[in-house]
């Protein structure tokens, strides 16, 4: 699979098949209406009216996918192609400008040549002075590609999102792998050169081949079960290896398509061995490339890079072994000549002597440091002494006794306040019961009057504000009776 296949282009719904457009415009210069046409019709000139016409291709159709069979195909002296894409139906020109073909590279152009079926990718446009429509080509790809193409670019979108290709989560390859584990077909030319290179740079390394298909349907499931497998070689009875390289030969992406199926991504993610992907060529990219630990462009590369060179790696040694017999030799040097110095001293000239001194320095040295101590516990008895003191007047007992007391003496006060005010409250009261006693309206029917009340229990202060048929309440101070309003037998005032 070619690196310029890695961005998504366009956005088509589904890879090679066009777009159907719908386009809806008037030639002329103003606005549709339903009206009669004018009088005088606007005329374009020819180039006007096919610069209009490109215009509105560009615009309504612009970049699509197109598939059909090359023919009259063609090189011009200036380095553009030109050919035809048919079908039994119709033709289409192709214009594939020399920049545009430079960055395809000669994998993409192999596939152009007549009689061959492909799928183009480009912007629908007029060659203005022939009035030719065509197509400006800017990617080539082999029919059945544009599907796989376009579920390749979702299954790597999708698990980009959740983070199998970040750089943090690749793990760092062993310097000097001492066992490598190799999931490949064991009769392709991959593990042939594989074998050839890594032995060639370095005798001694051992190899697992653990054998799979690495092409044709179901492939991936045992690429994926070979992976899970040496990532456990206990279930397989063998040693651990140090990595796992997982590769196979060039080819086509229908070739190469087992090693971008989601199992083969999940299984190198979940490998608990670094892995190394090497599938294909230099230019074929997979999702195991970019889900691996390193991506190796070929499976001799691979080799390459988990191998060390063992004549560039024995120079190196003897180079360090030069170096360590060097370093040792003045080590060596620098201790006999300290040791000599050490032996010229007094100390072993006269031992005795520095003995004796360094009894009389032990000695004033033991003798100042019990003074040292003496003075020192002294004072912080003293300290200890005070802070006694001190802690015996905020004795927590005494603060508890005094605050016992206070609370005491308190509750004393408190409660004489509460008698006083109480007993002012009581006499007040009695004193206004008294005075309400004496105005009270009940007071007065004891005496022997009466009040009138309406309905509503309003006192009726006047007679004039009464009128026949109302209904009285008079109240006594035993009781109340109703009564009607009704005119006086004489028929004179209420």
């Known amino acids: 699979m070619q690196s310029h296949f890695d961005q998504t282009v366009g956005n088509q719904s589904k890879i090679g098949h066009c777009r159907g457009v719908q386009l809806d415009f008037d030639l002329r210069s103003g606005p549709k209406s339903s009206s009669p046409p ?138 000097y792998p001492r066992r490598i584990g190799v999931v490949t077909s064991p009769t392709g030319a991959a593990i042939r050169d594989f074998l050839h290179v890594l032995h060639r740079r370095q005798r001694g390394i051992s190899v697992v081949i653990y054998p799979t298909r690495v092409q044709g349907k179901g492939a991936a499931a045992e690429i994926a079960g070979a992976l899970r497998a040496l990532g456990v070689p206990a279930s397989l009875g063998i040693e651990p290896v140090d990595v796992i390289v997982v590769t196979r030969g060039g080819g086509s992406l229908e070739d190469l398509w087992e090693f971008n199926e989601e199992t083969v991504a999940r299984a190198i993610a979940d490998c608990p061995v670094p892995v190394v992907s090497a599938v294909g060529h230099e230019i074929d990219f997979t999702i195991s490339d970019f889900v691996a630990d390193l991506r190796a462009p070929t499976p001799s590369a691979a080799a390459e890079i988990l191998s060390a060179d063992s004549e560039e790696l024995l120079r190196h040694l003897a180079q360090m072994s030069s170096r360590l017999s060097r370093s040792i030799g003045s080590r060596l040097d620098m201790i006999r000549q300290g040791l000599e110095g050490v032996l010229r001293t007094v100390l072993f000239s006269e031992p005795a002597r520095r003995l004796r001194e360094h009894q009389q320095t032990l000695d004033h040295l033991s003798e100042g440091l019990e003074r040292e101590v003496t003075t020192w516990l002294q004072t912080r008895r003293l300290t200890l002494e005070r802070i006694a003191g001190g802690l015996r007047f905020h004795s927590p007992e005494r603060r508890i006794s005094e605050a016992g007391h206070f609370l005491e003496v308190s509750k004393n006060a408190m409660w004489q306040r509460c008698d006083e005010g109480a007993r002012r409250i009581r006499s007040c009261l009695e004193q206004k019961a008294a005075v309400l006693g004496a105005l009270s309206p009940s007071a007065a029917l004891a005496r022997g009057y009466t009040l009138t009340l309406d309905p509503a229990g309003r006192v009726i202060r006047q007679a004039a504000a009464l009128k026949e048929g109302d209904l009285l309440v008079t109240r006594f101070a035993d009781g109340s009776v109703r009564s009607v309003v009704s005119p006086p037998p004489d028929g004179g005032g209420r």
């Open 38 to 175: 004018a009088a005088v019709p606007e005329v374009f000139r020819v180039v006007d009216l096919t610069r209009k016409i490109r215009e509105l291709l560009e615009k309504g159709v612009g970049d699509v996918w197109v598939e059909g069979e090359v023919s009259n195909f063609k090189r011009h002296t200036s380095g553009h192609y030109y050919f035809t894409l048919k079908d039994s139906l119709s033709r289409l020109a192709c214009t594939l400008f020399r920049g545009q073909a430079d960055r395809l590279g000669q994998k993409s152009l192999g596939r152009l040549r007549d009689g061959v079926k492909v799928q183009l990718f480009g912007r629908i446009s007029v060659y203005e002075s022939q009035g030719n429509y065509q197509i400006i080509v800017q990617k080539v790809q082999e029919c059945g590609e544009g599907a796989l193409q376009a579920k390749f670019e979702e299954l790597k979108q999708r698990l980009s999102g959740e983070g199998l290709f970040d750089p943090k989560r690749k793990r760092p390859l062993p310097k």
